[in-house]
C-alpha cells in the first residue's frame, strides 16, 4: 500500500509516496526550500507544491516542527512563523490540497515512529529515543515500543540555553564548529537526557545522520547504545505516511 508522507522542516520541505509494506520511499522524493517567514499560508503552498508534484490524489500525512496535539492543532512553533500556533493545520492543508484527507503529527514523533517499526528501534524494549538534529532537536520517546508524544526535549535547558540553540546540526554551522567541537556539545546533551531518562538506546536521525561516522565514534562516556538512523531523513516522511494510514 502506498500513501503520500511530506516533511516540513526548518530549510526545506520534502516528500513522496511511501510503501508501506517496505518502509521506503516508492518514488524519489521531491523538495521545495521552507519558505521565509514559514508562515502557514506560505507553508501551505510549499506543501501543496510538493504533493500537486506527484499528481497525488489520496490521503497525506504531513509532519510538523512543534507541539501537535489531536492530529491536527499546533501548539508550539520554536522555527517556524509563530503564526501557527492555534492553527488547526489539518484543515488548512486539507483546503489547500483540494480536500484531500491530512493527518499531521511531530515531525520527531514521525520519524521515531518510523525508526521503532522499520529502522534502528525495531524489536527494542526498554525506553528509546530517538533524537533528529535539523535546524532544531526534535525527539520521539518510547517505551516498550510505546510513543510518550510531543516530548520536545530540543527545548531542555543546556548551559542557560535552549539545548538545540547550541547541539543541533544548525548551531554547528553557525558556530563554524568542527566535528570533534560539535561532538563534545551533543555528548554533554546526549548525558543530560541520558540522566533524565536512562534510555537503553539513543537513535541519531536528521540529515546529518548520514555522517555519522564523522561524530558518533567521538561521543564516549554515555551509558546507553548510540546508532544512527536507518532510514535517515527519510524516516520524517515514512512515519507521516504511516500515520496517515491509520488516519489519527
Not at 548520514?210 to 546508532?227: D, Q, S, Y
Request: glycine share 14%; net charge negative.
Amino acid at each position: 500500500m502506498e500513501i503520500f508522507g511530506v516533511d516540513i522542516g526548518g530549510s526545506g520541505i520534502k516528500g513522496a509516496p511511501v510503501d508501506l509494506d517496505k518502509g521506503d520511499l516508492a518514488q524519489e522524493r521531491c523538495k521545495v526550500l521552507t519558505p521565509h517567514p514559514a508562515t502557514p499560508d506560505a507553508v501551505a503552498d510549499g506543501v501543496k507544491q510538493v504533493v500537486d508534484h506527484f499528481g497525488w490524489t489520496g490521503p497525506v500525512g504531513v509532519t510538523f516542527p512543534g507541539v501537535v496535539t489531536d492530529g491536527a492543532t499546533i501548539r508550539t512553533a520554536a522555527n517556524v512563523d509563530k503564526g501557527w500556533i492555534d492553527t488547526d493545520a489539518r484543515v488548512l492543508l486539507g483546503d489547500r490540497l483540494g480536500g484531500l484527507p491530512v493527518t499531521v503529527v511531530n515531525d520527531a514523533d514521525a520519524a521515531g515512529i518510523a525508526e521503532m517499526h522499520f529502522g534502528a528501534g525495531r524489536h527494542r524494549k526498554g525506553t528509546v529515543i530517538v533524537l533528529t538534529f535539523g535546524t532544531g532537536i526534535g525527539s520521539a520517546l518510547f517505551s516498550d515500543g510505546v510513543l510518550v508524544p510531543n516530548t520536545e526535549l530540543g527545548h531542555l535547558e543546556l548551559r542557560g540555553h535552549d539545548a538545540e540553540k547550541r547541539a543541533s546540526s544548525k548551531a554547528k554551522e553557525d558556530h563554524d564548529l568542527s566535528w570533534d567541537e560539535w561532538a563534545r556539545r551533543v555528548r554533554k546533551y546526549l548525558a543530560h537526557v541520558e540522566m533524565l531518562f536512562s534510555p537503553e538506546l539513543f537513535v541519531i536521525g536528521g540529515g546529518v545522520s548520514r555522517k555519522a561516522h564523522k561524530f558518533l565514534p567521538k561521543i564516549e562516556g554515555i551509558r546507553a547504545e548510540i546508532v544512527p538512523a536507518h532510514l535517515q531523513n527519510n524516516a520524517g516522511i515514512v512515519g507521516a505516511a504511516m500515520r496517515a494510514a491509520t488516519g489519527v
